[in-house]
């Protein structure tokens, strides 16, 4: 199978754009979930979807969203960006036995100046 | 909600020496405890897991252990090779939502010097 997929990998954006970012899940994972990765603050959850739906979120400002598409390809969009949004964003997918033996994809990197 | 300590925060040891990384959590709720390898400049990798039924796991070199009493879980690498050098990561299961998420530790840095 393959494996977890995201695009772009590497993204330089200015402060006050919007990105956005995608994931395509392991073939038969319904589960996406994003985390946000930075030296000083490790891997803090985003959110996770699951059928189409929001199942979790983490304790990020509402300028960061996602969706997940039919095929259970996710995206996230960060507006308005903030220089301290400069990090590193997983996505990462499983089953549908909830955040069990979590796959992770290569990341993206996206630098706001 | 889930709050998940992991320590040390860099770990050195020599080829062929052990390596242990404790973590302890807050929920006792939480039933599920990975722990993940990151390599530099590389994705975090599943190494192990272990369900909050079983005490311990073990796979080839790796173990963890589990103390649900006390709420801490623990990574033991044996016979450790230069290869094993990386960020250490470990999660616990948070039980927000209906089927809950991870929340990970803050990493361990593993050098295994020749």
């Known amino acids: 199978k393959a494996g977890v997929t995201q695009t772009p990998r590497y993204l330089i954006k200015t402060r006050g754009q919007q990105v956005t970012l995608s994931c395509s899940p392991i073939s038969g994972h319904r589960s996406v979930s994003w985390y946000q990765q930075t030296p000083g603050q490790g891997l803090q959850f985003l959110f996770e979807y699951f059928s189409e739906t929001q199942r979790n979120k983490g304790n990020f400002p509402g300028r960061f969203s996602g969706r997940q598409f039919s095929n259970s390809r996710s995206e996230m969009n960060v507006s308005t960006l903030e220089l301290g949004d400069s990090a590193l964003y997983l996505c990462?997918?499983?089953?549908?036995?909830?955040?069990?033996?979590?796959?992770f994809g290569p990341g993206t990197r996206l630098t706001v100046t | 909600g889930e709050n998940v300590e992991q320590h040390p925060s860099t770990l050195s040891v020599q080829e062929g020496d052990s390596a242990v990384i404790k973590c302890t959590y807050s929920d006792s709720a939480s039933n599920y405890f990975p722990w993940y390898k990151q390599e530099l400049g590389k994705r975090p990798q599943l190494i192990i897991d272990i369900r909050s039924n079983v005490g311990e796991k073990k796979d080839q070199r790796i173990a963890v252990t589990l103390n649900k009493t006390a709420k801490h879980f623990s990574l033991h690498i044996t016979e450790t090779q230069p290869e094993d050098s990386a960020v250490y990561f470990c999660a616990a299961e948070n039980y927000g939502g209906s089927q809950g998420n991870l929340i990970f530790g803050k990493g361990t840095k593993l050098s295994v010097k020749p």
């Open positions: 990462a997918s499983s089953g549908d036995r909830g955040p069990y033996e979590q796959y």
